[in-house]
Structures are given as C-alpha cells and as structure tokens.
C-alpha cells in the first residue's frame, strides 16, 4: 500500500514547479502517492506561520477556490514532466498551520515535504524559524528540501 505524502507549497513562489517536480520523482521512486497542497490564508487571520511570500487575501467561494484550482493544475501541469491528477491538488483556506495538519489528518499522510528558500542571514533566520515551527507542529514526518536540491541554487 503506498503511503500518502503532502507537499505544502506556495505555488506562486518562483522555485514551485522545481518542488513539485523533486516531490513527484521523490515520490514514484517510494511507491507514493503525491498529494499538493496550496493554503490561501484569509486577511483576516493573525497566524504565527505564513510561507513568506503569502498574500493574505479575501475569504473565497468555494466556486472561487474551485477557479484558482484549475488555473493552477493548468498551470503546473505545462511544466511538469508528470501531470498531476486535478484530486491530487488542493487548495485550502485557512491558517497556514492548521490547514496543513488538517490536509495531513484527513489523507492520514506519513510525510509532509516543504521547500525552504534562503536569501540574507536575516530572511535565513525567518525562514528558519518559520520551518522549524512547522515542523515541530506537523502531526506527521517532514522533509525539507533547501533550493540546493532543486538545482536553484
């Protein structure tokens, strides 16, 4: 039986499609299933964790999360070597935090894989912390992959 893995990812960020493409072969080479998670935190939300680039947005119908999802797997899908399957993407609103263990929780998935991204000591030491939360709070294993092993660094 193959294990579920989630891979939370700011699908804006310019280094998505590298992580999702690593995640993918990461996952076919396991026997995995592959599972995107992209989380819209609401304006109205004062969450301790964000990804950095965030955009805190107005709530959305799900007719509008429905929208954004198809725009994005379209999206990802032109530069993915392996096309991913519309159920295999989700798209949440919510704390970015508890969104990702609530995604995690419901697929009962054993690895959360996220992308860290290092610019000056000062955004390394926020990112640092960011991820570190993240991790301590995950309700399952996590992977972290450094833009290093994407090639983009």
Request: net charge negative; aromatic share 6%.
């Amino acid at each position: 039986m193959s294990r579920q893995i989630v891979l939370a990812v700011d699908l804006e960020a310019h280094f998505a499609t590298a992580l999702v493409t690593y995640a993918q072969h990461f996952a076919n080479t396991m026997g995995d299933t592959l599972n995107v998670l992209y989380v819209i935190e609401p304006k109205n939300t004062g969450g301790f964790f964000s990804f950095k680039n965030s955009t805190k947005v107005e709530s959305k119908t799900p007719d509008e999360i429905a929208a954004l999802s198809e725009g994005y797997l379209a999206q990802l899908n032109k530069a993915l070597p392996i096309p991913l399957e519309k159920e295999r993407l989700h798209i949440r609103e919510g704390l970015i935090a508890d969104t990702i263990n609530a995604d995690i929780e419901e697929l009962q998935a054993e690895l959360l894989v996220i992308g860290a991204e290092s610019r000056t000591s000062l955004q390394q030491l926020l990112d640092r912390k960011g991820t570190s939360q993240l991790t301590r709070l995950a309700d399952c294993n996590v992977l972290v992959v450094g833009k290093e092993h994407l090639g983009l660094a």
